[in-house]
């Protein structure tokens, strides 16, 4: 028999909602469409043609509405895996635990969760202003290592090799690596550049940025551009997928991140307005959501 979730691991607001996001189960759709920047799910939901949802608390933003005849929501993160472990577990508590209850349900309900995000390239031949989508997430945060099963989610041989190939730092934890949804890979990603894209847990240093301070390995970006593991090789940088991608896969939920290259870090380029290349790519991203 399943366990009642305590109040104080599944805390509701007076409402009933969950606790951050401020939604109840009727609230959401079963595609969800990820977003970091909370202004931008309303540029997303401006594609509706109709909007029946609309709540926010902290940086947490919900649009729910249809698109072409499909139901579809929109969700901001904000920045960083801490926040994605928030939004996906309390997202997947709305479909998958009775909230009078507080038992989880007998019948498990998949979500599609789709990011759509920003990032840099990595790599020479990946132009400024073009989505790449992650095939594979490597993540340099610490969250899933806090889960159990994060062994059986993780390729062990790619994370070995990794580790090898940067004689990664000792006093940094071990990284992850988890695959996107092979269905959402193959309809909403099927002729985009893809390879693996890295989660780092911060935005300068971990991304190899240096301001006033000196990073740990000022050789890291070098090594990240020649990784490659059979067919794969790493392209991008950017700050949710990973988490995404481990809690997707623990909680059984299809997950797939696709990112607009706004800056191409091996040639120092930057965009000159990303958010024309980024509303193209919402566009199209929904109109491959009808095959789902």
Request: with cysteine.
């Amino acid at each position: 028999m399943k366990e009642r979730i305590g109040e104080s691991e599944l805390i509701l607001n007076p409402d009933g909602s969950v606790f951050h996001l401020h939604l109840l189960p009727e609230d959401i759709a079963d595609t969800i469409i990820l977003v970091g920047d909370q202004d931008r799910v309303a540029m997303v939901s401006s594609f509706f043609d109709s909007i029946e949802v609309q709540k926010r608390n902290r940086e947490f933003i919900t649009h729910t509405g249809f698109y072409k005849g499909k139901r579809i929501s929109a969700v901001s993160t904000g920045i960083g895996t801490d926040n994605i472990d928030i939004v996906v577990n309390e997202l997947d508590a709305l479909v998958n635990i009775d909230l009078n209850t507080r038992i989880p349900k007998d019948e498990h309900k998949t979500l599609n969760l789709i990011r759509i995000g920003t990032s840099g390239a990595l790599q020479e031949d990946i132009p400024v202003d073009t989505p790449v989508a992650a095939s594979i997430g490597l993540g340099f945060d610490v969250l899933i290592n806090y889960y159990a099963g994060r062994e059986q989610i993780s390729d062990s041989k790619m994370e070995e090799a990794f580790m090898n190939h940067t004689n990664w730092d000792k006093h940094l934890h071990t990284p992850y690596i988890v695959k996107a949804s092979d269905k959402l890979l193959k309809i909403v990603a099927k002729d985009m550049t893809s390879g693996i894209t890295i989660s780092a847990p911060g935005f300068y240093g971990p991304q190899g940025r240096k301001l006033r301070l000196e990073t740990n390995d000022p050789n890291l970006n070098q090594k990240l551009e020649n990784f490659k593991f059979g067919d794969y090789r790493i392209t991008n940088f950017e700050m949710e997928c990973s988490a995404i991608y481990g809690l997707s896969e623990l909680l059984g939920h299809e997950a797939l991140t696709v990112c607009n290259i706004i800056a191409n870090r091996y040639k120092k380029q930057y965009s000159s307005d990303y958010k024309v290349a980024v509303k193209k790519l919402v566009e199209l991203i929904l109109n491959r959501t009808l095959e789902l």
